[in-house]
C-alpha cells in the first residue's frame, strides 16, 4: 500500500487564495520532502523538513509536520497562475535514503 | 547553479532493444538515485549509489541495471524493453545520503 497519500486529489482556487495540501505516511520517517511537477516535466525540490521539526518556511510556502498523526500539509499563500503544478510529498524512511511519493495534489489557479 | 543533467531527453526504441540512459550528478554531490514515473503515477524508485556503490534497490526489474562510474555520473542500462516501460526515468542526486534530492529534467522513454 502506499506510503504517502496525499489530499486533495486535485485543487482548484483563484489567485491570491491559499492553498493547503495534506500528507499522510504510515512509518517513521527522517525527513519529508515537498516537490513541485509541472505536466509531464521535472520535479522541483521545495522544501525539506526534518522528523525533529515542526514547521518550516520558504516564501510563500508553510510545511508542518507531525510525527504524532505521520501527517504532513503545505500552505501556499497568495497563490499565484504560475503555482499550478501537481505537489509531491516524499518521504525519506528511518535506515534508507531512497524517497517513496505521495500520490500528490493536482493544483489549479485560475487568473 | 549546476543542476543534474540527463541524456538523452527523449528516446524512442522498439521492443526487445535495449536503452542506456546517462545522468550527471551536481558537482560534490556522491549519491545518485534513479526513479520511475509512468503516465499519471507518481515517482518509484529503482535504485541508488552512494561513492559508486549501490546502496538501496527498489523495484527495478532484472532487465535493468545500472552502475555509478569513478567520475560519478551513473548509467541506467535497459534490456529487452517492453512497453510497460514506456514511462518518464529521472536521476536525482545528494551531497549526502538522506538529504535533499535535487532531480534532474528526466529522460521520457517511449517503446513501440
Known amino acids: 500500500s502506499q506510503q504517502g497519500e496525499e489530499d486533495p486529489q486535485a485543487l482548484s482556487i483563484q489567485e491570491g487564495e491559499n492553498a493547503t495540501m495534506n500528507c499522510s505516511y504510515k512509518?517513521?520517517?527522517?525527513?519529508l520532502q515537498w516537490y513541485r511537477q509541472n505536466s509531464g516535466r521535472g520535479l522541483v525540490h521545495l522544501i525539506l523538513?526534518?522528523?525533529?521539526?515542526r514547521e518550516k518556511h520558504s516564501g510563500r510556502l508553510r510545511v508542518t509536520l507531525d510525527t504524532s498523526k505521520k501527517s504532513s500539509s503545505l500552505l501556499i499563500t497568495a497563490s499565484r497562475a504560475a503555482d499550478t503544478a501537481s505537489y509531491f510529498c516524499?518521504?525519506?524512511?528511518?535506515?534508507?535514503?531512497?524517497?517513496?511519493f505521495g500520490t500528490g495534489t493536482r493544483l489549479q489557479v485560475f487568473p | 547553479a549546476a543542476g543534474v543533467i540527463q541524456s538523452p531527453r527523449h528516446l524512442i526504441k522498439e521492443k526487445r532493444e535495449t536503452a542506456t540512459l546517462k545522468c550527471y550528478p551536481i558537482?560534490?554531490?556522491?549519491?545518485v538515485y534513479w526513479y520511475q514515473q509512468g503516465p499519471g503515477q507518481d515517482p518509484q524508485f529503482l535504485i541508488s549509489?552512494?561513492?559508486?556503490?549501490?546502496?538501496d534497490k527498489g523495484s527495478i526489474p532484472d532487465r535493468f541495471s545500472a552502475q555509478q562510474f569513478s567520475d560519478y555520473h551513473s548509467e541506467l542500462n535497459m534490456s529487452s524493453l517492453e512497453l510497460g516501460d514506456s514511462a518518464l526515468y529521472f536521476c536525482?542526486?545528494?551531497?549526502?545520503?538522506?538529504?535533499?534530492?535535487?532531480f534532474g529534467p528526466g529522460t521520457r522513454l517511449t517503446v513501440l
Open positions: 536525482a542526486s545528494s551531497l549526502v545520503p538522506v538529504d535533499t534530492q535535487y
Open positions: 512509518t517513521s520517517i527522517n525527513n
Open positions: 523538513i526534518r522528523s525533529n521539526e
Open positions: 516524499a518521504t525519506a524512511l528511518v535506515n534508507t535514503d531512497k524517497l517513496i
Open positions: 558537482p560534490r554531490h556522491d549519491t
Open positions: 549509489f552512494y561513492e559508486k556503490m549501490q546502496s
